[in-house]
């Protein structure tokens, strides 16, 4: 499949990037539960449409590993550890991001105005094009939460919602995944 356009995801130029949704942190941020569903729906269908899962975790022997929730979706996959808080700042997912071969970024995760939004900002300065998924992204208070977005979509970073997002990967009800992936989305 071709590429639209830079504004428009394809699953062959696109890697999903997962940041930091661990321990008492992810129970905490604004509307916690919807943002968790949302992550997993995304991971799955990712997963499901063979779009490289990159997952970090900030500090996970302090903030404790990734919820519960997620590690079925993310079964298979290896976290990789981090004390940057963005993820670019990482030797291994900097590596990683840049062996996939791929230029166009879905992003997720916690805080919004603090790892997402650093990791937004590097990839955006390395001209990788950033589809932000805000429906499975966010912070302790949904102010924070908006400042982020707000500073993202300046720098560039598209923004998207799950839904969105994986319509756009499809293109067609004819993608070999359609019914695979509407059923995640019920």
Known sequence: MKILSIDHPAPEHSVLVVVDVQGRLARIVHESDAMIRAQSVLIKACRLMNIPVIWAEQLPDKLGATVEELQEP????????????????????????EASGRKQIL?????????????????????????????????????NRDIGFRRMERAGVHLSNVEMVLFELMVDAKHEKFRDVTKLLK
């Open 74 to 97: 993310l079964s298979g996959l290896s976290p990789c550890a981090k004390t940057s808080f963005g993820c670019m700042g990482d030797d291994t997912i900097r590596g990683r991001i």
């Open 107 to 143: 992003l997720c995760g916690i805080e919004t105005h603090v790892c997402v939004w650093q990791t937004a900002a590097a990839l955006r300065r390395d001209d990788y094009s950033v589809h932000l998924i805000a429906d499975a992204t966010s912070s302790r208070s949904a102010f």
